[in-house]
């Protein structure tokens, strides 16, 4: 039987470690005006090995760039980092700790912000970093997501799972981020893993949706709820979808699903243009039938079998001019 060596057995925890270990933005944008203060916290810092958390700026156009770092015991920045705007950022300590601040919003600073800290393994360090914190400075108002829920059509249902759509429309800034709790008959409620969770952008539309899928082997039913997380406050569903975990469905033919009739029509597809005739592939040959691919393998073979006749007949010619008429002749006495 073979055994991992201590070493490798302690890569693979650090591994481990790495994947789970991540810093938390609760704020998935900020809206502030030019000349307005703003500041970005950052939680889960207990996990940091080092004293230091630093923050970096993203541009859309723009890679990281890191700004400065914060020591979290006293909160000492250091701005050496020759970022061109270093001078409009400092920290400000807030009941979670220290955050980075900007007391004189401008335009330029238009960019989603990461916190960062450095955890150890045994000989090494590696960064952990936050989801971000995208800043729009602009005049105009924020305005909150309309929250939807409807059942969804999907090919999940085949695989014996019911599914949910929650749709966020008409918010400014566009960006959410979706949860989704579960009530039990007997009145408790619970958070909705993400293992079965699917999000998904339609950006045509304006939209951000989510799917929720749900098993339909679980025995009793549910009331779910839609939660919508957008500039720092949440917003509900208008309607509790009630899911009745029936029996998978079976293979016997149904009507083709259609849109629920109260989606609004911003979601609804248009139909789709017909593509040019460059785009349009040729329809496929028809199969050929048995007895055509039985009539195709006796050509083959009836060719087959002339080539070999040809070919013996050739060699047995060229034997016999080779060989010539006989030399020898009988004389009588």
Not at 240 to 261: A, D, F, G, M, R
Request: net charge positive; charged share 20%.
């Amino acid at each position: 039987m073979l055994f991992l060596p201590a070493a490798a057995l302690c890569c693979l925890c650090s591994a481990l470690v790495a994947m789970a270990a991540e810093l938390s933005q609760d704020h998935l944008t900020l809206t502030r005006r030019v000349g307005q203060t703003v500041s970005f916290s950052c939680g889960g810092t207990h996990q940091c090995d080092h004293p230091y958390v630093f923050w970096y700026q993203k541009k859309d156009t723009e890679t990281f760039r890191l700004i400065l770092d914060i020591d979290r015991s006293n909160g000492n920045i250091d701005k050496s980092y020759n970022h061109p705007q270093k001078d409009d950022f400092s920290a400000v300590n807030k009941e979670n700790g220290w955050e980075l601040q900007i007391k004189t919003v401008k335009l330029s600073h238009s960019a989603t912000y990461y916190c960062s800290c450095y955890k150890s393994v045994p000989h090494s360090w590696y960064l952990i970093f936050g989801s971000g914190t995208k800043l729009y400075v602009t005049d105009e108002q924020i305005v909150k997501p309309v929250v939807r829920v409807y059942p969804a059509a999907s090919r999940a249902h085949l695989e014996g799972k019911s599914s949910l759509l929650c749709v966020a429309s008409d918010m400014f800034p566009p960006l959410v981020r979706f949860s989704w709790k579960r009530q039990k008959d007997s009145g408790t409620e619970e958070d909705v893993t993400s293992a079965d969770k699917k999000q998904l952008k339609l950006k045509q539309s304006g939209c951000t949706a989510t799917i929720l899928l749900i098993p339909q082997r679980e025995s009793s039913t549910y009331r779910y709820r839609c939660f919508v997380h957008h500039e720092g406050a949440t917003v509900e569903a208008q309607i509790k979808q009630e899911v009745s975990t029936l029996p998978p469905p079976t293979t016997s033919p149904s009507p083709s699903p259609s849109l629920p009739p109260s989606l609004p029509p911003s979601l609804i597809p248009s139909s789709p243009t017909s593509p040019p005739p460059s785009l349009i592939p040729a329809p496929p040959a028809s199969a050929p039938s048995q007895y055509q691919v039985k009539l195709l393998c006796l050509m083959y073979t009836v060719l087959i079998v002339k080539s070999l006749v040809y070919c013996c007949g050739l060699s047995l010619l060229m034997i016999l001019r080779n060989k010539g008429p006989s030399t020898n002749c009988t004389h009588a006495d």
